[in-house]
T-cell receptor, first 111, second 114 residues
Framework: NAGVTQTPKFQVLKTGQSMTLQCAQD?????MYWYRQDPGMGLRLIYY???????DKGEVPNGYNVSRLNKREFSLRLESAAPSQTSVYFC??????????FGDGTRLSIL | AQSVTQPDIHITVSEGASLELRCNYS??????LFWYVQSPGQGLQLLLK????DTLVQGIKGFEAEFKRSQSSFNLRKPSVHWSDAAEYFC????????????WGAGTKLIIKP
């Protein structure tokens, strides 16, 4: 019973490198979300996808791109990583007005 | 603009004592309200939710929360805390008019004294 699976769990990058964070859900949810979590700031929405084929910016989209590959998968890409993007990244999924289900997070450090 | 305020960054409670975590929101319509818990190094787990109806909602792990429209509050309570309740707690408001995006509070870290 996997729920929301994020890979990798940990990653260290150098400034300027690129990488893609992967997220997959097996609950047949329509909506998927990417958040970042920084100390004392709660969760901030980066991008979301209300349904397959659509994506929209959240509160802090700069420096990120997303792809809703299919109904199950929603990836987050950092094209040129910056130290300010050091954070814990969470993927979540839900249906309409139902609670969001979260993955265990990706801990990303950018040197 | 919509916002969620959790006024307490940290709360320390003795094991066995009662707990109340505060959450206030600013939103022009009746919101969907959630409490989530995050243990260290883990993702977020839903404790309880309020969509409509009875303003006192029961959740998992013995938690409950009460929606008070007049105070724009959704405080979380537990009659007797256990050491395993030590975690960070997040209140969130769901925006029906914005595709059910969630606006999050900054969190309250609960510390349990033995």
């Amino acid at each position: 019973n996997a729920g929301v699976t994020q890979t990798p769990k940990f990653q260290v990058l150098k400034t300027g490198q690129s990488m893609t964070l992967q997220c997959a859900q097996d609950m047949n949810h329509n909506s998927m979300y990417w958040y970042r979590q920084d100390p004392g700031m709660g969760l901030r929405l980066i991008y979301y996808s209300a349904s397959e084929g659509t994506t929209d910016k959240g509160e802090v989209p700069n420096g990120y791109n997303v792809s809703r590959l299919n109904k199950r998968e929603f990836s987050l890409r950092l094209e040129s990583a910056a130290p300010s993007q050091t954070s814990v990244y969470f993927c979540a999924s839900s249906d309409s007005n139902q609670p969001q289900h979260f993955g265990d997070g990706t801990r990303l450090s950018i040197l | 603009a919509q916002s969620v305020t959790q006024p307490d960054i940290h709360i320390t409670v003795s094991e066995g004592a009662s707990l109340e975590l505060r959450c206030n929101y600013s939103y022009g319509a009746t919101p969907y309200l959630f409490w989530y818990v995050q243990s260290p190094g883990q993702g977020l787990q839903l404790l309880l939710k309020y969509f409509s109806g009875d303003t006192l909602v029961q959740g998992i792990k013995g938690f409950e929360a009460e929606f008070k429209r007049s105070q724009s509050s959704f405080n979380l309570r537990k009659p007797s805390v256990h050491w395993s309740d030590a975690a960070e707690y997040f209140c969130a408001v769901g925006l029906a008019r914005s595709n059910y995006q969630l606006i999050w509070g900054a969190g309250t870290k609960l510390i349990i004294k033995p």
